[in-house]
Structure formats: structure tokens, C-alpha cells
């Protein structure tokens, strides 16, 4: 009886190894994250697609076609962080492109690093391109490329090889002495024989802002996007990506932005054709070099859409002006009147309130008394939808997760002004407003190649997902802060 329950456990397991032999892991993972990228734009022009680009994704691909970040607000940034470590800014650290540094009290960009000019140090957890570096030994290449050096080094993450963006001064090609001290050869010449010129209005970089809080990310338009894809390809046959048995991760920004778009249906399909070609050229130019069955392609959005400020009032639509700094300057009134003469808000930036908690330990002040007093002055003023104090968000209640996988206790503030949709939130010391929206962007996941099937999947599924899936696919562990199933 033994013998033959080992013959049957022999041949069960024979045919397990024999199914994975059929499906080894890829060579190359391309992971394309596409900012501002839209479903129902891409549904709109889908009669104007050649074969190669979204139609062969869309055709062939796993296409989860109800995908959404979980949390919120998302911008360039912080998105990126999410699809590279499989987790959000709680954990993460990147809570947009800038915040305010409680110790300075200045604005810091999630890509400066005091030593290297550009690096990942502000990222808190491990990526999947530091875990696939340390599961290989350091054999696996790992570069990030996109036009801003935020999308480039968040995506490449801490271990990889290097990161590549465009520096606009001097239009080239640009990475980091954080991953090397010295620019590798091929970048260099690369660069000198490959200029930079994209002549539009709209190359210049302007501060957009999302519907949830005020993001000071640099927009970049989709014409950067050939630029970014030629790159991408030359840097896979320079460094000989996916050519063995060790898996290769590439992280590849590209963008959907348009800058005043006043109709969608008549300015967007020339972005939206141009970045069909350009995924069609990386597509093409990388199967043909590696071979369709050795890479796995994986496509995605930043989920949220910088939108032209327009007057409400002379459409009749209910608005109103918040003024987060005048709005400041009343709370540390109101606060004095209880606890003393005092600066309890040292700053304001974006929606959020700083408080001194030096000051608040020196007076012997409770900080979830001061919050809740707060709070309960707060929600009283015209245009305040809802206020979160930090302590409301570090309790995680589910009818509130998603703000708190937004919120990160080391970068965000003590107190989150949730203005209402429509008003605008406005900052006369730092010259920033935006207007509040909380509509919702649709945009897909889709993998192609790396054994996905082809189908569509209405079932809604979270941008953390990524991450563990691309791990899966290598064989390798998920970042260290991912707890996120795999898509399959």
C-alpha cells in the first residue's frame, strides 16, 4: 500500500514541477505605469488604435478593468510608491510629491536627498526591484525610467542598478551618483547623441493640483512619452536585459497629461493616439529583441487626473472660497482664548494644520484634547466638509481606510481639512489653491504575456496588488510592508 501511495505522490508531484517548467518565470518585467490614464478615454478612441499597442493589451491581456488606489489622495508620487512596494503612504512614507518637514517647517520634494541630490531615502519599505536585487545577489538589472526623477527613482527603488530622467536645463538624460558614482558609458553616449527637444507650451512645468489636497507635483505632458520609450529600449539592449535565466525588472513612466483641456472628445485623441504608438513601439521593439514567452508586460494609471481650474459661480454651480491660512490664524485665536497666548498651528500646507508640539509639552496640554477642540472649531467653518485629526486616522475605523492609508504619522499633518467638493481651498502665503472634486477616475490594470490569460475581469481589484503579482510571476518574496493578495 505504501509503495503505491508513493508512486501516486511521485507522479502528482512530477506533473506539478512539469506545469511549472511549462510556465517559467519571465525574463523581463516591464512595468509600464502610465500617469492620468483613463478608461473611458481609452474606450472613446479605441477605433483609432493600430494592433500594437492597446489593442493587442486589451485583446490579449488579463484586463482588470475596475482597478482603484486604497487610499487617498493620490498624485504622480505617491502612486508610483504604491504600484513599486505593494503598500500604501502609511507605510511607504510618500504621502504625494511635497509636504512640509516638521523640523524646518519647509516644503521637501519625496525625491531630494541632501547627499546625492536625487535618491529613494525618503521610501520606507522595500520594492519589488530591492527584493528581486537581494533574491539574485545582486545579479538581477533594475532601472526606472521616466521624465521625472520622482517617477524614476521611486519606481527603481533602493538597490536597483539606476534611474534615468530628463533634466530640462540641459535637455538630457540624467540618473543619480546615489546607485553609482559614476554614469554608466552607454547613459553618457546615449545622452550626447540624443538631445532632448520636445518644442510645445506645454514642455514648461506648472503646479496642477488633484481634487483631495493640494499636490505640487511638476506635470509633464505626453509629449515626452517617444522620448521616455526610445530610452526605455535603448537601455534594455544596452545593458542586455532579459538575455538569461535571471529575471530583469524595467519600471517605465509614461503620461495621458494634457494641460487646459476644455474638450476631452476633440484634444485628447491626439494624446491618446500618440501614446498608442509609443506602447506599441515598446511592445514591439522589446518582444522582438527578448521574445514574446521570456517578458511580462504590466500596465497601469496614477488613478487620479489634474483638472483646468474653472469658475464655478458663473455656471451657478454652489461654491465658495476656504482660506486655510486666514482659517489658522482663527484657531490659534480661539485656542489662546483657552490654553494662553500661543502659535498652537505653527504652519499650514495644502489641507493640513502643523501643530508645535514643543509648545503643547511645555503648557502640559493634552494633544487629543487640543485635537478635539480643534476639530470641534473647525467643523463649524463654511466650506469644511469633514476634519480628521490624527488621532481619528490612526485608529483605522473602515469607513475612513482609505484616508488612513493615506496618511503617514512621520510626513503628514496633525489635522486634514476635507473641504467641500467644489470649493476652493486657498493659501494667500503660499500662493496655493485648488478645487475640491471627488469624482472618480476609472483606469485598468493589465498584464499581458508572463502566462496571464487573456479575459477581462470586472471584479474591482487595488493598485497594491501589483507588486506581489510581479513578485509571484518572478518567483521571488513581495516587499516587506505588502500584505496585498497577488491578481493571480
Not at 98 to 114: G, Y
Not at 124 to 153: C, H, M, N, P
Not at 192 to 205: D, F, R
Not at 265 to 292: C, F, H, P, R, W
Request: net charge negative.
Amino acid at each position: 500500500m505504501n509503495k503505491y501511495l508513493a508512486i501516486i505522490i511521485a507522479v502528482l508531484y512530477g506533473a506539478e514541477m512539469q506545469g511549472q517548467t511549462l510556465q517559467p518565470a519571465p525574463r523581463l518585467v516591464v512595468n509600464i505605469t502610465i500617469d492620468q490614464l483613463r478608461t473611458d478615454y481609452i474606450d472613446y478612441f479605441s477605433p483609432l488604435f493600430g494592433p500594437n499597442g492597446f489593442r493587442k493589451l486589451l485583446q490579449k491581456g488579463s484586463v482588470y478593468e475596475a482597478a482603484s488606489y486604497p487610499f487617498t489622495p493620490v498624485d504622480l508620487a505617491s502612486g508610483i510608491a504604491t504600484i513599486s512596494t505593494g503598500t500604501t503612504p502609511y507605510y511607504h512614507g510618500i504621502i504625494s510629491s511635497r509636504w512640509l518637514d516638521r523640523q524646518t517647517l519647509r516644503p521637501v520634494f519625496c525625491a531630494d536627498d541632501p547627499t546625492y541630490y536625487t535618491s529613494p531615502w525618503r521610501l520606507t519599505t522595500s520594492t519589488v526591484g530591492d527584493e528581486l536585487k537581494v533574491s539574485t545577489r545582486g545579479a538581477a538589472i533594475v532601472w526606472g525610467v521616466a521624465a521625472t526623477r520622482e517617477s524614476a527613482v521611486l519606481s527603481a527603488g533602493h538597490a536597483a542598478n539606476g534611474a534615468m530622467w530628463i533634466d530640462e536645463q540641459k535637455s538630457a538624460w540624467r540618473s543619480s551618483t546615489y546607485y553609482s558614482s559614476k554614469t554608466p558609458e552607454w547613459l553618457k553616449a546615449y545622452s550626447s547623441s540624443n538631445p532632448i527637444h520636445v518644442q510645445s507650451a506645454e514642455k514648461n512645468t506648472k503646479k496642477r493640483k488633484t481634487s483631495a489636497a493640494v499636490k505640487s507635483a511638476d506635470i509633464y505632458s505626453y509629449l515626452y512619452n517617444d522620448v521616455v520609450a526610445d530610452a526605455s529600449c535603448h537601455l534594455v539592449n544596452a545593458t542586455i536585459m532579459g538575455r538569461d535565466e535571471v529575471p530583469d525588472l524595467l519600471y517605465v513612466t509614461l503620461s495621458a497629461a494634457k494641460e487646459d483641456v476644455t474638450n476631452w472628445q476633440v484634444e485628447m485623441e491626439s494624446v491618446y493616439m500618440s501614446l498608442d504608438n509609443t506602447l506599441g513601439k515598446i511592445i514591439s521593439t522589446i518582444e522582438e529583441g527578448i521574445g514574446a514567452d521570456h517578458v511580462m508586460f504590466v500596465v497601469t494609471s496614477t488613478g487620479y487626473v489634474s483638472e483646468m481650474e474653472t469658475d464655478l459661480q458663473q455656471y451657478r454651480i454652489p461654491t465658495g472660497t476656504f482660506r486655510i491660512d486666514r482659517t489658522a490664524n482663527l484657531l490659534n485665536m480661539y485656542l489662546s482664548a483657552i490654553y494662553g497666548q500661543g502659535f498652537y498651528v505653527e504652519a499650514c500646507y495644502g489641507n493640513q494644520f502643523y501643530f508645535d508640539h514643543k509648545l503643547l509639552e511645555q503648557k502640559h496640554i493634552s494633544i487629543t484634547e487640543i485635537l478635539q477642540r480643534s476639530q470641534e472649531f473647525l467643523v463649524l467653518c463654511s466650506g469644511v466638509g469633514d476634519v480628521y485629526t490624527s488621532e481619528r486616522l490612526l485608529k483605522g475605523n473602515n469607513d475612513i481606510l482609505r484616508l488612513r492609508n493615506g496618511f503617514n504619522v512621520a510626513t503628514s499633518g496633525d489635522i486634514i481639512i476635507d473641504v467641500k467638493p467644489g470649493w476652493l481651498l486657498q493659501n494667500e502665503e503660499t500662493q496655493e489653491s485648488y478645487t475640491s472634486r471627488a469624482t472618480f477616475v476609472p483606469f485598468p490594470v493589465i498584464i499581458y504575456g508572463g502566462g496571464a490569460k487573456a479575459q477581462h475581469i470586472n471584479t474591482p481589484v487595488t493598485v497594491d496588488r501589483i507588486a506581489p503579482t510581479i513578485a509571484k510571476s518572478i518567483r521571488i518574496r513581495a516587499p516587506n510592508a505588502c500584505s496585498a493578495e497577488p491578481l493571480f
